[in-house]
């Protein structure tokens, strides 16, 4: 690698550095207890082991033999169990300055200091985090372009020197057409073949790519001009578009290797088929030809795409026909490794309610006994039976609780999941958050196409789950 090589990671991994906090000067106690009180009980402590203190309270060698002599001495005599909360003035302990009172507190700790602080009472902490992600919101991805998404960014506390990766990425599909001769009605476009690939890039080079599986492989739209219609002389022309919220493209098993201070950059390259559908054949055109259709219209998606901004369906001058509905599921970026770490971020922070959701479940961790023994398992809804699913149903698993830090929810059709030497289970499965935080939880599609019985189990620990049958 050369020294430009070198120095433009550098300068791209300090474009995410966050600096520390400026100096903050605070206090070594705690707030509870006073410097006041713990001068006092450090004092009384001192005299106590001092040999050459001659308080009240401690006799010298001399002393002691005296009262031993004395014919009035009782050995018999109980002393005072509560002598240590009398005060006592320290010019009997030959301390010089101001006489004041000394008692000894046994409520006071002796070190009530902050810990994991420096010399200058700063507190330290380490930075732990192994990697961190930053995102383009609403990126427009036109076909045969290279189009940036993501970058990820290795911290020094990574202790793998490579991961595997995972990537889900809300996207909708855009299909437009100006200036269209309104002799195409009835004209049906179909954008085929979609193939959406990764291509993760260390500097300008590739690191490594990887097709996504996209939440529909086409995209299918009728013209229909009924409104906004321009007529110049003989000549009607209209402007039509199509839009539709498609759900995720996954990205599974990406390797990237995790030396400390690399930042990849994540592209998307579209690909896409556009032809008209052959009942096309059957509109006679007067003024267009279809050649000039395929070459007027425009067809990308939208990564990383936010509710706020992107309507679920709009339809202008025509009517999408494929897909035949639009996902409800939110709009969330996520991103795991194969350690099991999670981030995510809620795109449409706005609104966190999960629409068309058919059961949500309540999940919690605690000690007891399922099919594979005694120790943390899951509860759903408090129980640890088989849960029955329907197909068609889509099943929010609520991870709010704090019981489920550290415990990721995932599915396996084999028992115990990877720990069983199976595999998870990722088709139409949504991570969002940070299990045992706000707003986490991990939500599955049950279609026709879904293997059962699944399984659940924790991503991190083994024997916590439990079934999924019909």
């Known amino acids: 690698m050369s020294a430009e090589e070198i120095c433009k990671q550098r300068k791209l991994f300090m474009n995410f550095n966050v600096p520390g906090s400026r100096l903050t000067v605070s206090c070594p106690y705690d707030g509870k207890i006073t410097q006041e009180q713990l001068n006092m009980r450090r004092k009384v402590e001192i005299l106590k082991y001092n040999k050459n203190a001659s308080t009240s309270g401690r006799l010298t060698q001399k002393q002691q033999f005296a009262k031993l002599s004395s014919p009035n001495y009782n050995a018999n005599r109980v002393s005072c169990t509560q002598d240590k909360f009398r005060p006592v003035l320290t010019t009997s302990s030959g301390i010089p300055g101001p006489p004041i009172f000394l008692f000894e507190d046994p409520n006071v700790p002796l070190y009530k200091y902050a ?59 855009h299909l437009s057409g100006n200036n269209i001769f309104t002799d195409t009605s009835g004209t049906i476009i179909n954008v085929s073949n979609i193939t959406s690939t990764l291509q993760m890039k260390y500097n300008d080079g590739i690191a490594n790519s990887i097709v996504g599986t996209v939440p529909s492989n086409e995209f299918k739209v009728l013209l229909r001009p009924e409104q906004n219609i321009t007529t110049v002389g003989n000549d009607s022309t209209y402007n039509f578009s199509a839009s539709i919220f498609a759900g995720y493209i996954d990205y599974n098993k990406l390797l990237v290797y995790t030396s400390p201070g690399n930042v990849y950059t994540f592209n998307n390259l579209l690909v896409t088929t556009k032809k008209l559908d052959l009942r096309t054949n059957a509109v006679e055109y007067t003024k267009t030809s279809q050649t000039n259709i395929l070459n007027e219209i425009v067809f990308n998606i939208k990564l990383n795409a936010n509710a706020n901004t992107t309507f679920l369906k709009t339809e202008e001058n025509c009517i999408i026909t494929s897909p035949t509905s639009h996902s409800s599921l939110p709009h969330v ?71 489920n830090s550290g415990h990721v929810l995932a599915f396996s059709t084999t028992p115990n999941g990877t720990h069983g030497g199976g595999t998870e289970y990722v088709n139409n499965v949504l991570y969002v958050g940070t299990p045992g935080e706000e707003y986490s939880y991990t939500l599955i599609k049950i279609d026709e196409w879904t293997t059962l019985p699944l399984y659940i189990y924790c991503k991190n620990h083994p024997n916590m789950g439990l079934p999924l049958v019909l």
């Not at 810990?115 to 919101?137: F, M, P, R």
């Not at 099991?340 to 449409?348: A, H």
């Not at 479940?361 to 509860?379: C, E, K, W």
Request: charged share 15%.
């Open 115 to 173: 810990t994991n602080t420096n010399a200058g009472a700063i507190t330290l902490k380490e930075d732990d985090t192994q990697w961190i992600v930053s995102i383009e919101i609403d990126v427009t991805n036109l076909e045969n372009i290279e189009t940036l998404f993501t970058r990820l960014i290795i911290k020094k506390a990574i202790d793998q020197a490579a991961l595997t990766y995972n990537v889900q990425v809300p996207v909708s599909y």
């Open 333 to 403: 970026y996520s991103i795991s490794d194969s350690t099991g770490l999670i981030n995510s971020e809620i795109l449409n922070k706005s609104s966190i309610n999960v629409p068309n959701v058919s059961v949500s479940n309540l999940v919690r961790v605690a000690n007891g006994t399922n099919y594979f023994g005694a120790g943390n398992i899951f509860y759903i809804n408090d129980s640890i039976s088989d849960m029955s699913v329907v197909r068609g149903f889509t099943y929010l698993f609520n991870q709010s609780d704090t019981t």
